[in-house]
């Protein structure tokens, strides 16, 4: 069995600051790790993704994240939120025999201040 | 343009009124999903599809139905839809499986039932 907890619900920063999103995740298998981002209105895009290469993994729009293992643990960065970035944010684990499932987490709704 | 398209985009039923939500993707992808999206509980999975007739639950799969006749279509079937599938709808599909690869969402379907 596989879950994935965001441990925030709500993240509120200023612009040009930086961006903390957290994330843990258990799974019973070597994981693959995804952060999708959701505009309003719009479907998922994929932001970045870990699978079992280099554990720091960079995206899109100046986001990061760093898998570590011994913390379980995917949380993702930014150096400075843009107004733009203003989303919400779902990580995502997928670790299952046949990697058909896809694992969400809660969810994080990411406001930037002016 | 590759893309899921998934229709309609907003729905509104009443229990008990069978209705279908198509989705179709231009991608020659094999695998196919559906998630429901609701507020706190990120997205889950509905049913999914290895391929052309292949098709499986996911988590949350009572009170729905799929079909996978052709590749490209995975269309969501609600025989009696009730009020508490009221929910936001995604459609995604993947090269051959969720473990490694991107998956591409659909821009959703708001269905209420009431």
């Known amino acids: 069995a596989q879950s994935v907890t965001q441990l925030d619900s709500h993240v509120s920063v200023s612009e040009g600051t930086p961006v903390l999103l957290r994330c843990n995740y258990s799974s019973s298998y070597s994981p693959s790790l995804f952060w999708y981002v959701q505009h309003p209105n719009k479907g998922l895009q994929l932001l970045l993704k870990y699978t079992s290469a280099a554990t720091l993994v960079k995206g899109i729009n100046g986001f990061e994240a760093e898998f570590k293992k011994s913390e379980t643990s995917f949380h993702l960065t930014k150096p400075s939120a843009h107004m733009s970035d203003a989303a919400e944010y779902f990580c995502?684990?997928?670790?299952?025999?046949?990697?058909?499932?896809?694992?969400f987490g809660g969810g994080t709704r990411l406001m930037v201040k002016p | 343009e590759a893309q899921v398209t998934q229709n309609p985009r907003y729905l509104i039923t009443v229990t008990g009124k069978k209705l279908t939500v198509t989705c179709s993707q231009n991608?020659?992808?094999?695998?196919m999903s559906w998630y429901r999206q609701d507020p706190g509980l990120g997205l889950r999975q509905i049913y999914y599809?290895?391929?052309?007739?292949?098709?499986d639950k996911g988590d949350v799969p009572e009170g729905y139905k799929v079909s996978r006749k052709e590749k490209r279509n995975f269309p969501l079937i609600l025989e009696s839809p009730s009020p508490n599938q009221t929910s936001l709808y995604f459609c995604a599909s993947s090269l051959n499986g969720f473990l490694n690869t991107e998956a591409f969402f659909g821009q959703g379907t708001r269905l209420t039932v009431v």
């Open positions: 599809s290895m391929n052309v007739e292949v098709t």
């Open positions: 991608m020659n992808h094999e695998y």
């Open positions: 995502v684990v997928s670790g299952s025999n046949a990697g058909n499932m896809l694992t």
